[in-house]
């Protein structure tokens, strides 16, 4: 579970993590009154997103009036398709550098990695995309745990002074403590801020692994909170379908977790992107494949479907007509890309081929085809 901003804040502080002075806000006039206590201030949006200064959630404020105007223009509507309805108003700090730090979990390593660049900030990424070797990695032995000369080590590799390594080590190992004991699968701070009073956490994140949350009630709580964001994912979950967003623009439609992320891999492996994909699960009839193929193409970014099946208790020939259904009342030229074999794989195919779809035999045929195509299209 992704916890907001202000709940990761929240944690940070018990673990003594300096955080600036905030407070939480649903209405404009609400900001106004916490920027006369703060002065100039940051009002930055709760959702469960990265990236929000680029994308403009995060706005700055010099005067309660300033501040309210700033708040009006977020509060209410949309960033990254989510709706904003709270936003975290907080004292602005003078920033004079800008670290990164993060620990997250190396599944196939067992262990926590702690990350820590001295490029931190909103262009993080392009640092791991284009200079990896500006962010310091260290695999924490979990026997051991992190010991000084662990976090010393790691604020040699920044390059920085004595008195800022020292008070960097000590939050490497408050971090860590609280990865570990909030059973995190990611926790991190960008940028932790270096001002005239030392280092302080501008931004938070705290992602909890879903399977330890019986072990953190008190954020289960909070939990309601995602069904207030208005994604698709959401809207999926209300029309009982299995449906996760990603960011490319093919639609995936399959049967079955394992031949989902097959069709995902390939897809990925034939060089294109995944838009999403939708799970039928077993036993899917005409109404529901039609539901799910409109669900998926009516999604702008999608280009191309692909639809992969494996016919059992989901039967070929109804696929098809789902498939044909959704297409006429979308009345869409958006090209669809079948493969699908086993119950009633001929009259599937039959139907399919009269709507005018043709089908391939093989996966890979078929992803490569619907990479082909988005290709062109794009
Ligand atoms: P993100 O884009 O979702 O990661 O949101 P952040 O909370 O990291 O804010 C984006 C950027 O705004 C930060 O990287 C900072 O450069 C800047 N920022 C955030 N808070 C402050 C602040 O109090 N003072 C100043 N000067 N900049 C801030
Ligand atoms: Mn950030």
Redesign the pocket.
């Known amino acids: 579970m992704k916890l907001l901003?202000y709940q990761a804040k929240e944690v940070f502080k018990q673990y003594g993590i300096p955080t600036?002075e905030s407070y939480l806000a649903k209405t404009a006039s609400e900001v106004s009154d916490i920027a006369k206590k703060l002065g100039s201030?940051?009002i930055?949006v709760q959702l469960p997103?990265?990236?929000?200064?680029?994308?403009g959630?995060?706005l700055?404020a010099d005067t309660p009036e300033e501040a309210e105007i700033q708040a009006a223009k977020l509060l209410g509507s949309k960033l990254k398709n989510m709706l904003i309805y709270e936003v975290l108003v907080?004292?602005?700090?003078?920033?004079l550098d800008?670290i990164y730090l993060g620990v997250v979990v190396d599944r196939v390593k067992k262990a926590h990695i702690i990350l820590a660049s001295s490029k931190?900030?909103?262009n993080i990424e392009d640092v791991a995309d284009k200079t990896p070797e500006k962010i310091v990695k260290h695999q924490v032995d979990p026997i051991l745990g992190i010991k000084r000369y662990h976090t010393l080590w790691i604020t040699k590799q920044l390059g920085l002074g004595s008195k800022k390594a020292g008070a960097l080590s000590g939050l490497i190992e408050k971090l860590y403590k609280l990865a570990l004991e909030m059973d995190a699968e990611l926790t991190e701070i960008?940028?932790l801020?270096y001002t005239s009073e030392g280092f302080i956490a501008?931004?938070?994140?705290l992602n909890i692994d879903d399977n330890a949350l019986f072990r953190h009630k008190e954020y289960g709580e909070n939990m309601g909170h995602e069904a207030e964001f208005s994604t698709r994912e959401q809207e999926a979950k209300e029309k009982g379908l299995t449906y996760v967003e990603l960011d490319g623009n093919i639609g995936i439609i399959s049967n079955g977790a394992g031949l989902t992320m097959a069709t995902i891999d390939t897809v990925t492996l034939e060089g294109g992107k995944p838009a999403n994909f939708l799970d039928l699960g077993g036993g899917a009839n005409p109404e529901r494949i039609e539901r799910s193929v409109s669900f998926v193409m009516s999604d702008p970014r999608v280009k191309v479907l692909l639809v992969n099946i494996l016919g059992g208790i989901t039967r070929c020939d109804d696929t098809a007509k789902g498939i044909i259904r959704a297409r006429e009342k979308l009345d869409t030229s958006k090209p669809i890309v079948v493969r699908m074999m086993g119950t009633n794989e001929e009259e599937g195919i039959r139907l399919l081929k009269e709507a005018g779809i043709d089908t391939l035999n093989s996966m890979d045929e078929a992803a490569g085809k619907a990479v082909k195509l988005t290709e062109a299209l794009i």
């Open positions: 901003e600036p201030c940051v930055k997103i990265g990236g929000r200064g680029k994308a959630g995060i700055f907080e004292e602005k700090l003078d920033i800008e931190g900030g909103v960008n940028p801020a501008a931004d938070g994140r």
